[in-house]
């Protein structure tokens, strides 16, 4: 390239100006982008505390219906007639099953899945 002052001179003023914005165009994108995963971690880490409190009621569901089912139990070997609340607690049964599989869904969905390895 000619060094003269009729030749063109690198870098060019036009083409500094141009990457530079380029540049900073680039640079507000990768701000918006971590505003938005900033923003998706904390919408993340919300769901698993209330993934987790759900799953802490559901235990405490679980044990209240076991304490349940053994006053069931003492009240009918004193000849109560305990068939509707045998009935009640089968009830409650059947409905955790489709609880329990629900907060196993939810605590799945909410775990972030690993990102894959940058390609080289």
């Avoid at 235990?59 to 009640?88: C, K, N, P, R, Y």
């Amino acid at each position: 390239m000619p060094d003269d002052d009729e030749g063109f001179h690198w870098p060019h003023p036009c083409h500094c100006d141009h990457l530079a914005d380029r540049l900073d165009g680039i640079d507000e994108q990768l701000r918006r982008i971590m505003a938005s995963q900033d923003d998706i971690n904390a919408a993340v880490a919300e769901d698993n505390t209330l993934v987790t409190d759900l799953g802490t009621q559901v235990t405490a569901v679980q044990a209240a219906q076991a304490a349940f089912e053994a006053q069931i139990s003492q009240l009918s070997s004193q000849g109560v007639d305990t068939s509707g609340l045998v009935t009640a607690n089968e009830q409650l049964a059947a409905a955790q099953a489709p609880l329990d599989a629900a907060v196993q869904a939810l605590t799945a969905a909410s775990t972030p899945a690993t990102p894959p390895a940058p390609s080289a």
